[in-house]
């Protein structure tokens, strides 16, 4: 099922406002909590947008937010942004830590691959991500107090 004319309209302009530069960062900062809480493709794609901007604290929190949203079809823009030794430390980290939310077993491949990682916030993920990727029922998942949702 789709999105409704008026949730196109919702996220288009939370979109525009994002990737505003006009936009203070306080006001870019709500706007990805609201798309976070929206969960659709559209969404995601407007954070993963918000992943080109120039601040280092709006990226990783895009980052954040993607992770929070669980989706596994973010894991490449996210996998990208791991990969990238230009990006920040912290952008880098919480890549991977978005991909360790995902919990899939190829997105915990991909974290794990970045253990050995010459950033040492980027080595450490892997090691808080396994310890979170499991549930109670043993299933591969994020557990929410792992990644500040408790």
């Not at 706007?31 to 954070?47: D, H, I, M, N, Y």
């Given at each position: 099922m789709?999105?409704?004319?008026?949730?196109?309209?919702?996220?288009?302009?939370?979109?525009?406002?994002?990737?505003?530069?006009?936009?203070?960062?306080?006001?870019?900062?709500?706007?990805?909590?609201?798309?976070?809480?929206?969960?659709?493709?559209?969404?995601?794609?407007?954070l993963e947008a918000a992943l080109r901007d120039p601040s280092v604290l709006l990226r990783h929190e895009a980052a954040y937010c993607l992770g929070q949203q669980q989706r596994e079809a973010a894991a490449t823009v996210l996998t990208e942004i791991l990969r990238d030794q230009q990006q920040h430390p912290m952008v880098r980290h919480e890549a991977a830590e978005a991909l360790g939310a995902i919990g899939s077993p190829q997105c915990l491949s991909l974290v794990r691959a970045h253990c050995a990682d010459d950033c040492l916030e980027v080595a450490q993920t892997y090691d808080r991500c396994s310890s979170c990727a499991l549930s109670q029922d043993g299933s591969h998942g994020h557990h929410r107090e792992c990644h500040g949702q408790a």
């Amino acid at each position: 099922m789709g999105l409704s004319g008026e949730q196109v309209l919702l996220v288009e302009r939370l979109r525009s406002k994002l990737l505003d530069p006009a936009t203070s960062l306080a006001a870019k900062h709500r706007v990805l909590f609201a798309l976070r809480g929206l969960s659709t493709p559209e969404s995601q794609r407007a954070l993963e947008a918000a992943l080109r901007d120039p601040s280092v604290l709006l990226r990783h929190e895009a980052a954040y937010c993607l992770g929070q949203q669980q989706r596994e079809a973010a894991a490449t823009v996210l996998t990208e942004i791991l990969r990238d030794q230009q990006q920040h430390p912290m952008v880098r980290h919480e890549a991977a830590e978005a991909l360790g939310a995902i919990g899939s077993p190829q997105c915990l491949s991909l974290v794990r691959a970045h253990c050995a990682d010459d950033c040492l916030e980027v080595a450490q993920t892997y090691d808080r991500c396994s310890s979170c990727a499991l549930s109670q029922d043993g299933s591969h998942g994020h557990h929410r107090e792992c990644h500040g949702q408790a």
